[in-house]
């Protein structure tokens, strides 16, 4: 198990590593100039290039991204360009807000995915089954935007039982985090449909059921733990989605997380905060599919770590 | 040296009482009000800060020594309590206001001014403002020593010398980066001066969550009695604009920084409650296209003036729900110095079609037209698109992020750009501040402002007359900048579109004249003079 872990944890580096060289690449070939950002319209050439100097960005790249490297060894992220505020620090005051929304959405979206896919299973092509499929089909491809708002409109706005976005509470927390549900609720729905329908046709169900036990007990303690385990491998990449649809809906109900962060300094070319984001995002997919798969076992015996 | 008497400075002179007087009678201090905005507040360090959001707020964290009467273009003394000019118009002396009391509670003096300009100008600070204090003497050798222009006579008086007559110089008093910062705060905070900002102004920073809120409170020691009449304003980031809208119906937000969203425009003001609370101003903004004049096809006189004439810009204006009226010249109409008499290109489809022609273009041509990606930017650049087709030109779009445009643009790839989503709002209320860096030839070098490539070294020559002047104001100066535009506009290295307009909504408890909600110089608002009536 130890061997294990610190084996993933070294290819967790890696990856990160691969991860950071890639984004440096790209922002350095970007066409558009982070310098002319920062010095405005009124420079003078002269101050175009005092700057790019201060900044080392009139260095050749593999001196960038040695220095980069070098201070992020010591956990330094750099200082944003614009916000001239030091990344980690931004970070930081953001990292909490993402982190309580993606457990939140996760939450809400398990809550409502593996029920609707446990009913729709034991309704099999029935009517109740094939209205739920559709309505997954719906969440999935909606837009977040769009339900967001929705939800924002009737139950903020008209009913008034949530504010209308912000951060702070846990009344807050509940429209963003539904929101995220409904739309994630469409791939658990339709991934347990299948998997509980396969468990309950499976040998040790038809044992179970042949013992004599209860419909219930033959569902909740046989059929539901064989049909969850593909599930929580989902989470881990689940992590990685969130990551980066989670923008969208932290705009819209002014959540203070790391998507807005993000955003806004892809528009302004701020390549620290850009790297920053990516990297920490890139951890946290690194570790949530890591988490994954050391879960597996624990629900599953037959999964062995090697 | 001598008193210098001009027209500015006799009004100048007779508004030192008004700076006391131009409080309302009908207004009541006290309250507090709520703002949001989408994007995060950047810095607060004034020689640092070039946002729509901090904006004003640095304004109202801090003053320099020339300001603006609330609501107008026309300057006023602010830490300066008088100045003179000498003859020649090199020498600014400033005498500073007494009593003025910084955040901290020490007092400003001439040593703080010095200090403020020596950092802005200092390449370390990395402002983006530096260069609109080219003209000050000792510019080019500013660092650690300081501006050799910039002298400390005694406590209360600072003399400033320019290496050449700049008419502008009192509005560049008056610019967010020349604002007075105490030396020691800076130094206490260092980079991070910014987000604990220190200055003379009539609110000061209470508390600042970052990514989620900032709280201002009112300076009670302010040096205008009486200002400001709120007792604290409460701005919220990460909001979206239909959001903080439905919030403002909802009695939580008074003002929306970012305007009311184009989706929501026509129901606002088709509903005649909310369209009274909608306040609609000019800017100092004009809309333009670009061409880059040193390549083919765009080399060729004719080719731009018929792109002016292909233009159907009340059809354009229709796309942002009419919010903005027709362009014919490079300023906005609000702008002193705008050309009344001018009647720019008609648009004239035909008329183009025989200008290409002239041109050798009769079959028309394929080229480039870049735009940033962010709604109604896009939407815009389509009804361009479909004009310059109706002419035989056709023209494939580039949406891209802003720092692209602004990269293509400068690098002179881009044979067209529609400027829109770039930020051209003026700095600062004057004819010259849209000509340098976008139509001068100084801009026009490799990585400028100036996309067009445009460089008329007469009309070079005559906007450094204009900007010799010693008095902004001076109508001699004002006309001979309505010269420059039209000249600049038989070239045609633009088409101008639009002038937007601003349209600022308020919650129904919002005093104060109208003039505040749509200050040309304090954008969103100008946070000093505003009141609640409840």
């Known amino acids: ?306 | 040296m001598k008193h210098w008497l001009a027209s500015t400075a006799l009004a100048l002179c007779l508004a030192l009482p008004a700076v006391a007087q131009d409080t309302d009678p009908n207004a009541k201090p006290g309250g507090e009000i709520v703002l949001t905005y989408k994007d995060d507040v950047a810095t607060l360090d004034p020689a640092i800060g070039y946002d729509w959001q901090n904006w004003s707020m640095i304004k109202s964290l801090f003053d320099g020594l020339m300001d603006y009467y609330p609501g107008t273009t026309e300057l006023r003394p602010g830490l300066a309590e008088s100045y003179t000019i000498s003859e020649d118009g090199l020498v600014f002396t400033f005498k500073l206001r007494p009593g003025v009391k910084f955040h901290n509670g020490r007092e400003m003096t001439a040593e703080d001014v010095k200090y403020s300009l020596d950092r802005v100008t200092n390449p370390a600070t990395q402002s983006p403002g530096a260069g609109f204090f080219a003209s000050i003497a000792g510019f080019e050798n500013a660092g650690e020593g300081g501006l050799s222009g910039v002298k400390v006579v005694d406590p209360s008086t600072v003399e400033i010398t320019l290496s050449r007559p700049d008419a502008t110089f009192l509005h560049v008093m008056a610019l967010n980066f020349s604002y007075v910062v105490p030396k020691e705060a800076v130094e206490e905070w260092g980079e991070d001066f910014g987000k604990h900002p220190v200055g003379t102004g009539a609110y000061s920073l209470e508390d600042w969550t970052i990514g989620q809120r900032l709280t201002f409170r009112k300076n009670p020691d302010y040096w205008i009695s009486g200002i400001p009449y709120l007792d604290a304003i409460h701005v919220e980031v990460g909001q979206e604009p239909v959001v903080a809208l439905l919030r403002l119906q909802n009695g939580e937000v008074d003002i929306p920084g970012d305007g009311i969203p184009p989706a929501k425009f026509a129901e606002v003001m088709g509903d005649p409650e909310q369209a009274a609370r909608v306040v609609e101003g000019g800017q100092l903004h004009t809309g333009y296209i670009t061409m880059n004049v040193t390549q083919p096809p765009f080399d060729k006189v004719e080719v731009r003036r018929a792109v002016n004439m292909a233009l159907n810009k009340d059809r354009i204006i229709q796309i942002i729900n009419g919010r903005a009226v027709p362009a014919n010249q490079p300023l906005p109409p609000s702008m002193p110095g705008y050309a009344k008499d001018y009647a720019g290109y008609s648009f004239d489809p035909e008329g183009a079609k025989t200008l290409l022609a002239e041109a050798g273009y009769a079959d028309g041509f394929e080229t480039e037209l870049y735009v940033m990606n962010t709604d109604p930017n896009p939407r815009i650049a389509q009804a361009i698109q479909q004009d310059l087709a109706a002419i035989g030109i056709t023209a494939s779009l580039q949406n891209l992020a802003q720092a692209n445009v602004i990269e293509a643009g400068g690098a002179g790839q881009a044979p067209m750009v529609w400027s829109g989503g770039m930020g051209w709002i003026a700095d600062f209320p004057d004819p010259s501040n849209f000509y340098g860096p976008t139509l001068g030839c100084a801009g026009a070098a490799d990585g400028g402002w100036n996309w067009a490539k445009y460089c008329n070294a007469e009309v070079d020559a005559l906007a450094v007359k204009a900007d010799s002047f010693t008095d902004p104001a001076d109508p001699e100066r004002l006309k001979l900048w309505s010269e420059i535009y039209v000249k600049i506009m038989e070239d045609a290295p633009w088409a101008p579109v639009f002038n937007e307009q601003r349209y600022t909504m308020k919650s129904p408890r919002m005093g104060g004249a109208d003039a505040l909600y749509v200050d040309p110089v304090s954008i969103p608002i100008n946070y000093d003079y505003v009141y609640v009536t409840e």
């Open chain 1, 1 to 306: 198990m130890a061997v294990y872990l610190l084996r993933r944890l070294g290819q967790a580096v890696l990856i990160l590593l691969g991860v950071s060289f890639i984004t440096f690449i790209l922002l350095y070939v970007l066409p558009a100039d982070p310098v002319r950002q920062i010095a405005g319209r009124a420079a003078t050439a002269q101050t175009v290039e005092n700057i790019r100097q201060q900044l080392g960005l009139d260095q050749p790249f593999i001196v960038q991204y040695g220095r980069y490297l070098a201070n992020l060894a010591r956990g330094d992220l750099g200082r944003s360009y614009l916000q001239k505020t030091d990344v980690a620090e931004l970070i930081r005051s953001r990292l909490p807000a993402t982190l309580l929304l993606m457990a939140a959405g996760i939450f809400a979206e398990l809550l409502i995915g593996l029920t609707l896919g446990v009913i729709a299973a034991l309704w099999r092509g029935r009517a109740l089954d094939q209205g739920l499929m559709v309505t997954s089909f719906v969440a999935v491809s909606a837009p977040q935007f769009v339900i967001g708002l929705l939800l924002l409109y009737v139950f903020a706005v008209k009913l008034g039982w949530f504010p209308i976005g912000g951060y702070g509470t846990f009344a807050h927390l509940v429209l963003p985090a539904l929101t995220l549900g409904i739309l994630g609720s469409g791939w658990y729905s339709r991934m347990m449909r299948s998997s509980m329908i396969e468990a309950l046709r499976a040998d040790y169900t038809r044992t179970a059921r042949a013992k004599g036990l209860g419909r219930l007990r033959v569902i909740l303690r046989h059929a539901l733990p064989n049909a969850i385990l593909p599930i929580v491998a989902m989470i881990g990449i689940d992590i990685g989605i969130f990551m980066g649809g989670i923008v969208v809906v932290e705009s819209v109900f002014g959540w203070p997380g790391m998507g807005q962060l993000a955003w806004q300094a892809i528009q302004r070319v701020d390549i620290p905060i850009i790297m920053g984001v990516t990297l920490v995002s890139a951890t946290a997919i690194v570790l949530g599919n890591l988490l994954a798969d050391l879960i597996a076992p624990m629900i599953d015996p037959r999964i062995r770590l090697r």
